[in-house]
């Protein structure tokens, strides 16, 4: 299977502590996208890469929250000193922007679900 | 500003029911993307279609069949014969520019729940 791949798929942490979740990307998808989804809404914009460069950060992402994607490949998602109100599902998804005018459609992974206690 | 709105939180079916998630979204834009997304119990979003604003052919694949409405800026889902592989929560999204950067806003979505 070549879909978006999320790890951990759970993480439970306790507060202060810091988590990194990971995501791969569909192979050849240039843009990378982290949303986060809480019980019973859906999900939400955090941020959002083309290639590897960081192009929009929703004010959801506050400063406790730092995202990479350092060789244009993979990403990472680090959530430092975490709060209670942190505890969501963490979902990546990828996309391939192949021109101006063209649409593309957001592949999401099966999500990372972070409690923290 | 871009907003979704599913009104139906739940719906509860018998399997081979036909049964129609509604989807109306607000945009300023002209040019926009709809899209609806299913999340079953793993939690994967499963992509189902993709829609341009340009388009207002109706759209049938299988047992799903969409129906968009500009003039009502409606975009409904509708699945036939129901089966309980169907129970999921059901995203609508949309987008609204295609040029650049493309943010998804979703709706709240709506839990469908096929009994057999």
């Known amino acids: 299977d070549t879909g978006v791949s999320q790890n951990p798929r759970h993480k439970i942490t306790k507060r202060g502590q810091n988590v990194t979740f990971r995501c791969d990307p569909i192979?050849?998808?240039?843009?990378l996208y982290w949303y986060r989804q809480t019980l019973g809404q859906g999900p939400e914009f955090l941020t959002y890469f083309q290639n590897e460069a960081q192009l929009e950060k929703s004010r959801l992402l506050s400063d406790r929250f730092s995202a990479e994607r350092p060789k244009g490949s993979f990403s990472t998602l680090e959530i430092q000193r975490t709060e209670q109100g942190d505890s969501a599902m963490y979902l990546c998804?990828?996309?391939?922007?192949?021109?101006?005018?063209?649409?593309?459609?957001?592949?999401f992974g099966e999500g990372s679900w972070l409690t923290v206690v | 500003a871009q907003k979704v709105t599913q009104a139906q939180t739940e719906i509860s079916v018998v399997e081979k029911e036909d049964v129609t998630l509604d989807c109306v979204y607000e945009?300023?834009?002209?040019?926009?993307?709809l899209f609806w997304y299913k999340q079953p119990p793993s939690g994967e979003l499963v992509f189902l279609i993709r829609?341009?604003?340009?388009?207002?052919q109706n759209e049938i694949s299988g047992r799903y069949s969409w129906n968009f409405q500009k003039s009502t800026s409606s975009f409904n889902f509708t699945i036939t014969a129901s089966q309980v592989v169907d129970s999921a929560v059901y995203f609508c999204?949309?987008?609204?520019?295609?040029?650049?950067?493309?943010?998804?806003?979703f709706g709240t979505g709506t839990r469908l729940l096929v009994s057999p």
């Open positions: 192979s050849e998808h240039n843009r």
């Open positions: 999204a949309l987008s609204e520019t295609d040029t650049g950067f493309q943010k998804l806003v």
């Open positions: 829609r341009n604003s340009f388009d207002e």
């Open positions: 945009t300023r834009d002209t040019t926009y993307y």
């Open positions: 998804a990828s996309s391939l922007r192949t021109g101006v005018t063209s649409g593309n459609t957001i592949y």
